[in-house]
Structures are given as structure tokens and as C-alpha cells.
């Protein structure tokens, strides 16, 4: 069901009206990580009421295996090579392992994608629908693309779905449609029909961490209610993040992993308290061993973004990630540099002292006459004079 696509889904439907009136049309879908791209194409290819679909996906497993998404996606009609010009059929067999010619010329593969494609279509109207193309192969991609550029008058429609990552996949000469975060009143209707029966203050926080992702809002509602019924339900107004689920979390894990741990250490700071100024981001950073240098990775990976002295996460998802990623311990060393921050505590910092406490069903119980440890006691030298937060909660 795609909820607030409705113009999104009518430029698909123009396109695959195209094809039904002999004229070619390509579209690259773009858009972060469970934005709805797969949905539209998914949308699409139950659109495509007598025409033949082709589907393909890029695989990052596979990213450097020359043409093996081409191969993916044209396999079943390895037998239609002969209808090709010999010097086309040569270089695709070649390509794929066919042939003992393992020498390529990429013109030459380009042009058989375009004459094979062209070929399926002249018997049936033709769809090509490639998800994850950010992820194809440097061979696959340029061939694809070179067909995607030249077919006019052929009854084709070619559809690439490309996620936001820090490695840009350029598509260009192809018409781009972004898919920006749903709505406010599609997200409210999304989360609800989904997940009802949350209370009033969850269902304000899951809308405002979601921030129009639907994958988001089906993931943070699904796992929020179902602590609310088992009753261990957070407390909507906490300063972290709300846990999310293994599916979103793996959308950003590996581009923070790779980061280098100075870095990993202030976007955990920056993670922790959604109420923080910079000020206090940095002056944090610095009681754990980070400081203002180390943003300049993540900055670059495109995982956030700082202007007039503000730090924004790219989505309240990479928040999330860069957050859960952290151990334990880590998170613990974090929320005591922030409750020692001010000498003052106010209601802002107060939710850093809470977060101090570790799970209940976890909880060691010592003797009164013990030296019981403190968790994070090694973590931070000393309280740190920093700046008090610039935003209250609920602002």
C-alpha cells in the first residue's frame, strides 16, 4: 500500500503509458533508506498490465564482480543472443563467461544491452526494474545506463531505484524523481493504521523520530507498541533516541562503523541528547576523547551536516544508529560526562542521570557495606563547565 505516493505514483504511471503508445521512458528513483523506492517500483510492476518485467537488484556483496548484475538480470534470455549483430553477441558472451574472448569492450556491451532490450520489447512491451542500482557494478551500470539513455521510440520502460550513500551514483542524461519524507497528516495516518492504540506522547515521539520515513514509522510504531503492551513502554520524553529495530538499525550501521572511533565517539555525544547545543556537543566530546576535527568524516560520509554552529543528523534514524551502535558502557561514559556538564541540573539534564541506571533486570544488588562500583567511574576526569543547552524539551 503506498500512503501519500499519490504523485509519485502517477509520474510511474505516465511513464508506463509511454511504452504503451511506442515511446521509451527511464526514471531514477532516489531517496534515503526506507523511503518508499522499492514500494514504487513494486507499484509499478503491478501496473504493468501486459508487459513483459525484467527485474534486477544491485547487490553490495557483488559491487565488484564485473557484469554480474547485467548477467542477473538478462540470464533468462541468454538464448535470444543470436538475434544480436555478431560483434554484440561476442562482447555480452565474453562478459557473462560464455566464450573463451574474456577482452570486453564496454561500447560494445552497452550497445547489445540496448539491441536485446529492444528486441524483447518488439515482441511485448518491455519494463526494467533495477532496485538498489547505487550498488551495481561499474560494468552493469554503464551498460545499463548507456541503453537507458537511447531508447526513444521502443515501447521500454526503464526504472532505477538508487539509495543515499556517501558514494554518489551519477545517472546522468536520465530524468530523477527524489522521494522526499511523507507528510504529516500521511505519516499520522501511516503510523496509525499500522500500530494503533499508542498513547497520545509515543505516538507524537515515534512521528518525530520516524520524520516521514515510512519504513521508520512501521518499525519505531510496530517495536513501541509492542513494549507498551508487554508494559516496559520508554518514556516518550526521554533524551536518547528510541531503539530501533536490527532492519533500520543495519541501514547506517556499516557507514558508521567504518568511521574512525574519535568520530564514532562524538556522534554518540551528539546522539545522546537531542536538546544539546553545539557547545555542549563539543565540550562533551572533548571529556570523552573527541573534538571538533573528528566531525569532518562523518561530514563527508554525508551522515550529517553543520551549519551556523548547529549539528544535524542526515535522519533521526542515523541518530538512532549512531547511538545503538555504541556499547553499553560507551553510552554510560556519555550520559555521565553529560550529567556532570553543569553544575546545575536542570530538567534537561536530568534524563542523562536516569539514563545512568543500567536495565532493572540487570541490576546487581550490593551489600550497603560494599565498595560497590559506579558504572562509568573511569570514564570522565571530572565535571566539565560546559554551556547550558540551548532548547528546552518539548521545544
Same mark, same amino acid.
Not at 542500482?133 to 531508447?151: H, I, K, P, T, Y
Not at 562523518?298 to 547511538?323: C, K, M, N, Q, W
Not at 554510560?332 to 536542570?346: D, G, L
Given at each position: 500500500?503506498?500512503?501519500?505516493?499519490?504523485?509519485?505514483?502517477?509520474?510511474?504511471?505516465?511513464?508506463?503509458?509511454?511504452?504503451?503508445?511506442?515511446?521509451?521512458?527511464?526514471?531514477?528513483?532516489?531517496?534515503?533508506?526506507?523511503?518508499?523506492?522499492?514500494?514504487?517500483?513494486?507499484?509499478?510492476?503491478?501496473?504493468?498490465?501486459?508487459?513483459?518485467?525484467?527485474?534486477?537488484?544491485?547487490?553490495?556483496?557483488?559491487?565488484?564482480?564485473?557484469?554480474?548484475?547485467?548477467?542477473?538480470?538478462?540470464?533468462?534470455?541468454?538464448?535470444?543472443?543470436?538475434?544480436?549483430?555478431?560483434?554484440?553477441?561476442?562482447?555480452?558472451?565474453?562478459?557473462?563467461?560464455?566464450?573463451?574472448?574474456?577482452?570486453?569492450?564496454?561500447?560494445?556491451?552497452?550497445?547489445?544491452?540496448?539491441?536485446?532490450?529492444?528486441?524483447?520489447?518488439?515482441?511485448?512491451?518491455?519494463?526494467?526494474?533495477?532496485?538498489?542500482?547505487?550498488?551495481?557494478?561499474?560494468?552493469?551500470? @554503464?551498460?545499463? !545506463?548507456?541503453? /537507458? =539513455?537511447?531508447?526513444? &521510440? *521502443?515501447?521500454?520502460?526503464?526504472?532505477? +531505484?538508487? #539509495?543515499?550513500?556517501?558514494?554518489?551514483?551519477?545517472?546522468?542524461?536520465?530524468?530523477?524523481?527524489?522521494?522526499?519524507?511523507?507528510?504529516?497528516?500521511?505519516?499520522?495516518?501511516?503510523?496509525?493504521?499500522?500500530?494503533?492504540?499508542?498513547?497520545?506522547?509515543?505516538?507524537?515521539?515515534?512521528?518525530?523520530?520516524?520524520?516521514?520515513?515510512?519504513?521508520?514509522?512501521?518499525?519505531?510504531?510496530?517495536?513501541?507498541?509492542?513494549?507498551?503492551?508487554?508494559?516496559?513502554?520508554?518514556?516518550?520524553?526521554?533524551?536518547?533516541?528510541?531503539?530501533?529495530?536490527?532492519?533500520?538499525?543495519?541501514?547506517?550501521?556499516?557507514?558508521?562503523?567504518?568511521?574512525?572511533?574519535?568520530?564514532?565517539?562524538?556522534?554518540?555525544?551528539?546522539?545522546?541528547?537531542?536538546?544539546?547545543?553545539? @557547545?555542549?556537543? !563539543?565540550?562533551? /566530546? =572533548?571529556?570523552?576523547? &573527541? *573534538?571538533?576535527?573528528?566531525?569532518?568524516? +562523518?561530514? #563527508?560520509?554525508?551522515?550529517?551536516?553543520?551549519?551556523?554552529?548547529?549539528?544535524?543528523?542526515?535522519?533521526?534514524?542515523?541518530?538512532?544508529?549512531?547511538?545503538?551502535?555504541?556499547?553499553?558502557?560507551?553510552?554510560?561514559?556519555?550520559?555521565?560526562?553529560?550529567?556532570?556538564?553543569?553544575?546545575?541540573?536542570?530538567?534537561?539534564?536530568?534524563?542523562?542521570?536516569?539514563?545512568?541506571?543500567?536495565?532493572?533486570?540487570?541490576?546487581?544488588?550490593?551489600?550497603?557495606?560494599?565498595?560497590?562500583?559506579?558504572?562509568?567511574?573511569?570514564?570522565?576526569?571530572?565535571?566539565?563547565?560546559?554551556?547550558?543547552?540551548?532548547?528546552?524539551?518539548?521545544?
Amino acid at each position: 500500500m503506498l500512503v501519500g505516493r499519490d504523485g509519485e505514483r502517477d509520474h510511474v504511471e505516465r511513464s508506463l503509458g509511454q511504452a504503451s503508445s511506442g515511446r521509451s521512458a527511464a526514471l531514477v528513483v532516489r531517496g534515503e533508506a526506507g523511503i518508499g523506492k522499492s514500494a514504487l517500483l513494486d507499484h509499478a510492476v503491478a501496473t504493468a498490465q501486459g508487459m513483459r518485467v525484467l527485474r534486477g537488484v544491485g547487490i553490495e556483496s557483488e559491487a565488484e564482480l564485473a557484469f554480474g548484475a547485467l548477467h542477473l538480470l538478462l540470464y533468462p534470455y541468454l538464448d535470444r543472443l543470436d538475434l544480436l549483430p555478431g560483434p554484440q553477441a561476442a562482447a555480452l558472451r565474453g562478459a557473462f563467461g560464455l566464450s573463451s574472448d574474456a577482452a570486453t569492450t564496454p561500447f560494445l556491451v552497452g550497445a547489445a544491452t540496448l539491441t536485446l532490450l529492444a528486441e524483447l520489447a518488439a515482441e511485448k512491451p518491455l519494463l526494467c526494474v533495477v532496485d538498489d542500482a547505487q550498488w551495481l557494478d561499474r560494468g552493469s551500470s @554503464d551498460a545499463l !545506463l548507456f541503453a /537507458a =539513455r537511447r531508447f526513444q &521510440a *521502443d515501447p521500454v520502460v526503464m526504472l532505477f +531505484a538508487v #539509495r543515499d550513500t556517501a558514494v554518489p551514483f551519477h545517472t546522468p542524461g536520465i530524468e530523477e524523481l527524489r522521494l522526499p519524507g511523507l507528510s504529516p497528516d500521511a505519516a499520522a495516518g501511516l503510523l496509525d493504521h499500522h500500530s494503533p492504540g499508542l498513547t497520545a506522547p509515543m505516538r507524537a515521539r515515534v512521528l518525530e523520530e520516524a520524520n516521514g520515513n515510512p519504513l521508520a514509522l512501521l518499525e519505531l510504531g510496530a517495536a513501541r507498541l509492542a513494549a507498551q503492551r508487554e508494559g516496559r513502554a520508554e518514556p516518550a520524553h526521554q533524551v536518547g533516541p528510541l531503539p530501533v529495530t536490527r532492519r533500520v538499525q543495519e541501514t547506517f550501521r556499516e557507514q558508521i562503523v567504518g568511521l574512525p572511533e574519535t568520530c564514532q565517539s562524538i556522534l554518540l555525544v551528539a546522539a545522546a541528547d537531542r536538546f544539546a547545543g553545539m @557547545d555542549t556537543v !563539543l565540550c562533551v /566530546a =572533548r571529556a570523552v576523547g &573527541a *573534538d571538533t576535527s573528528d566531525l569532518d568524516a +562523518a561530514e #563527508r560520509a554525508g551522515l550529517i551536516s553543520v551549519a551556523d554552529g548547529e549539528l544535524t543528523f542526515r535522519h533521526p534514524l542515523v541518530r538512532a544508529a549512531a547511538y545503538q551502535c555504541a556499547t553499553h558502557h560507551q553510552r554510560i561514559a556519555v550520559h555521565r560526562a553529560f550529567a556532570e556538564a553543569s553544575p546545575a541540573r536542570t530538567s534537561s539534564t536530568a534524563g542523562h542521570g536516569t539514563s545512568l541506571r543500567p536495565p532493572p533486570s540487570r541490576t546487581r544488588r550490593w551489600p550497603p557495606s560494599s565498595n560497590a562500583p559506579r558504572y562509568g567511574q573511569n570514564a570522565v576526569a571530572g565535571p566539565w563547565p560546559c554551556p547550558p543547552r540551548t532548547t528546552a524539551p518539548g521545544d
